[in-house]
């Protein structure tokens, strides 16, 4: 998504607020933020109007809404939070069952930082929220990175190398494929991670890229997450990228911090989730 993330750094004690209509649904949340986060704060509101009393009365370093609330829309509330001058950057995360269909229709909005797919269960969302307000400094995994500008791709490789990421580097589509293919042909997928530019100056395109992975080599988004970079707001040609199988896109100029985290989401997610996926 293209709003902004938070600029300033979590403390170690961060402020997460919760809304949401079900006091069941808040009070598990809340649990396990507590014991998977120490010294987190929760804020916890049933409502739209309950969150909004709250805005200026407690530093927030995160808020997650669903995206039906009793008394008003999510995505109505996220904007009321971005109109409110001490708020303008906070991450504001869209909870939802049907997130992929919004995301393809682009419908979430700008006053969206990012979304999160309810189907995956409290404990993701949590470590999904841990990766905003307390991001890993180190972590591990195969970054397969493809982008055309050498220029580019050594600032980027910068961030992620940083991050304790390994990250091999394609200047096109066809040599990413080749070096997919050659994992593959050892037994191997390749990365973790597959990161990849839209615009390529070779044949194929990061478009293309998504197809051939998706339909050749029958890698579903759990066996080979794909992230997008992309600087185009035209939400047809944002949808294609999605519906071509592109897990998530990542709006440039490229912020590190929300990079990284969504990087580090995906790996984690993708590594549950190949617990359930047949291997190609």
Do not use: W
């Not at 615009?199 to 029958?218: C, P, Y």
């Amino acid at each position: 998504m293209s709003t902004p993330v938070s600029r300033h750094i979590a403390s170690d004690h961060p402020h997460v607020m919760i809304v949401d209509g079900s006091k069941v649904v808040r009070r598990m949340i809340e649990r396990l933020l507590i014991a998977e986060l120490p010294g987190v704060k929760v804020i916890s509101c049933g409502s739209a109007a309950e969150a909004l009393e709250t805005l200026g009365h407690e530093p927030l370093d995160f808020v997650t809404t669903a995206l039906r609330l009793p008394d008003q829309d999510g995505i109505e509330l996220a904007h009321s939070i971005r109109t409110h001058g001490s708020q303008t950057y906070v991450p504001i995360v869209v909870v939802s069952g049907d997130v992929n269909e919004r995301l393809e229709a682009r419908s979430l909005g700008e006053d969206v930082t990012d979304y999160f797919d309810k189907s995956l269960g409290f404990q993701a969302l949590v470590e999904f929220i841990r990766g905003y307000v307390l991001p890993q400094q180190n972590t591990t995994g195969d970054i397969l990175y493809v982008e055309d500008s050498r220029v580019v791709a050594l600032a980027t490789r910068r961030m992620l190398e940083k991050h304790g990421l390994s990250v091999q580097h394609c200047i096109s589509a066809e040599a990413a494929l080749l070096a997919l293919d050659n994992a593959r042909s050892q037994g191997r997928r390749g990365a973790d991670v597959l990161l990849t530019d839209v615009n390529l100056q070779e044949e194929l395109s990061g478009a293309d890229l998504i197809v051939r992975i998706r339909e050749e080599f029958h890698y579903s988004k759990g066996r080979l997450p794909i992230l997008v970079m992309t600087g185009d707001d035209n939400p047809r040609n944002q949808s294609a990228l999605l519906r071509a199988g592109a897990n998530d896109l990542v709006q440039k100029p490229i912020e590190e911090r929300l990079l990284v985290t969504k990087v580090q989401f995906q790996m984690k997610v993708a590594r549950h989730l190949r617990q359930y996926d047949s291997p190609a």
